[in-house]
Nanobody
Framework: QVQFVESGGGLVQPGGSLRVSCAAS????????IAWFRQAPGKEREGVAR????????YYTDSVKGRFIISRDNDKNMAYLQMNSLKPEDTAVYYC?????????????????WGQGTPVTVSS
């Protein structure tokens, strides 16, 4: 069993940057593909970025391409999402999730392990 704990959320102005982190409780992190999801009030949970287990392949949803960067450090059991040029529509609770499936899927049902989320608010 792998548990995730997200951190780093907060309030940021439009155009600003924020990095959220995901700490894993188990060394199994290195065998899992990791993704970041977000869920805004009243909306479906949306996959925004995914990184392969060894870190060589990344995938992004169109709305964050060129602005968000997903990364990981398997030696530290950590994953990260660097968010730049933030917009009010990026406001949501951000979750990290893990899966042993290797297909580049950003749908929530494909992930077996989840954290509790960290809130990000983009507002002036």
């Amino acid at each position: 069993q792998v548990q995730f704990v997200e951190s780093g959320g907060g309030l940021v102005q439009p155009g600003g940057s924020l990095r959220v982190s995901c700490a894993a409780s188990s060394l199994r992190l290195r065998y899992l593909d990791i993704a970041w999801f977000r869920q805004a009030p009243g909306k479906e949970r949306e996959g925004v970025a995914r990184i392969s287990s060894e870190g060589s392949r990344t995938y992004y949803t169109d709305s964050v391409k060129g602005r968000f960067i997903i990364s990981r450090d398997n030696d530290k059991n950590m994953a990260y999402l660097q968010m730049n040029s933030l917009k009010p529509e990026d406001t949501a609770v951000y979750y990290c999730a893990g899966t042993a499936r290797t297909a580049p899927d950003l749908r929530a049902y494909a992930y077996d392990y989840w954290g509790q989320g960290t809130p990000v608010t983009v507002s002036s």
